[in-house]
């Protein structure tokens, strides 16, 4: 898998995480622990995220929404 389209999915799970960590009810442990693990994959590409943030950036939509597509096009 392509550093971009792996980080673009680890940025989508994270977004998910993060979601129902907002909701009433909370999160459970495993998904803590999974935020935690997501987030030390994503240390692995720097340059992948940076080019999906300037991605969301130029395009003015949160990041959970891009499709590679729209990280390639840049």
């Keep these: 898998m392509e550093p971009v389209t792996e980080a673009l999915a680890l ?3 994270q977004a998910v995480i993060e ?3 907002r909701r009433p009810g909370g999160i459970r442990v495993n ?3 999974e935020l935690y ?3 030390s994959r994503l240390q692995k590409y720097p340059a992948a995220v ?3 943030l ?3 950036n130029r395009l003015h ?3 959970d929404t891009l ?3 729209d990280v390639e096009s840049n």
Excluded: V
Aim: net charge positive; hydrophobic share 45%.
């Design 11 to 13: 940025l989508h799970r």
């Design 19 to 21: 979601d129902a960590m």
């Design 31 to 33: 998904e803590e622990r």
């Design 37 to 39: 693990a997501l987030r």
């Design 50 to 52: 940076q080019a999906i």
């Design 54 to 56: 300037d991605a969301a």
């Design 61 to 63: 939509r949160p990041i």
């Design 67 to 69: 499709t590679i597509r």
